[in-house]
Each structure stands twice: as structure tokens, then as C-alpha cells.
């Protein structure tokens, strides 16, 4: 079984300014689309901040964490349902730099206790 035939005659050489064309215009393209749209967006892997973990032992939702955080500038924070329902598990998202974390556990637990 052949799959390229012993007879073919393919000049890629001579090509060669046509795949330069071609390549450089999608490079082009690659990189006027990061400009147009601000650049790539980074998770917060990449872009830095804060992922925690809370558990409520009665029923909440995600938009009551959300208002509870206010005071202390998180209200930008995602909050995320994670496992069953019944667990009242949630992830917290928030671009927090590291300077603000001394006692923002404590902080938020507070808030929390308070509001929740």
C-alpha cells in the first residue's frame, strides 16, 4: 500500500513566498485581534487572587454571600454552588492582592455570621 506515489513531483520550494504570505497575514490577524479586544483574558490562574471555600450549615444562596461581602470591597467576587445542595458549598472568586489578606478570613466570617 503507497500512500504518496513514487512519481510525484510537489514543488514546495518554489511556494515557499506564497506559505510566507499566508502565514505572516494569519500572524497579522492574530495579533490585531488581541489589540481590538484588549488583549487575552487571563483566569484568575494567571491574573492572581483569592479562591475560598465556604460551607453554611443552614440553606443560603450565592446572591446573599455576594451583598454580605460589600463592606469589605469583594462585591466584584464571583460565587459559585459547588456539590449537592443539601452540602451548601460554595466557591468564592475574588481578585484580592496579597497585602489585604492579613485576617480576611476572619473578616469574612464575620460578615457572614452577622448578615447570614
Not at 453554611?56 to 467576587?77: E, G, Q, R, V, W
Not at 459547588?82 to 489578606?101: H, Q
Request: charged fraction near 25%; aromatic fraction near 6%.
Amino acid at each position: 500500500m503507497q500512500f504518496i506515489k513514487s512519481d510525484i513531483n510537489l514543488d514546495i520550494i518554489g511556494k515557499r513566498k506564497i506559505g510566507f504570505y499566508v502565514s505572516a497575514s494569519l500572524i497579522l490577524a492574530s495579533i490585531l485581534s488581541l489589540i481590538i479586544h484588549g488583549g487575552p483574558k487571563y483566569g484568575i490562574d494567571f491574573a492572581g487572587g483569592t479562591v475560598i471555600q465556604l460551607k453554611f450549615s443552614d440553606s443560603t444562596s450565592p446572591d446573599a454571600i455576594k451583598s454580605s461581602l460589600k463592606p469589605i470591597n469583594m462585591h466584584k467576587a464571583s460565587v459559585q454552588q459547588f456539590g449537592e445542595e443539601s452540602e451548601n458549598e460554595f466557591l468564592v472568586r475574588a481578585d484580592v492582592s496579597p497585602d489585604d489578606l492579613d485576617g480576611l478570613g476572619d473578616k469574612i466570617k464575620s460578615l457572614l455570621e452577622k448578615i447570614l
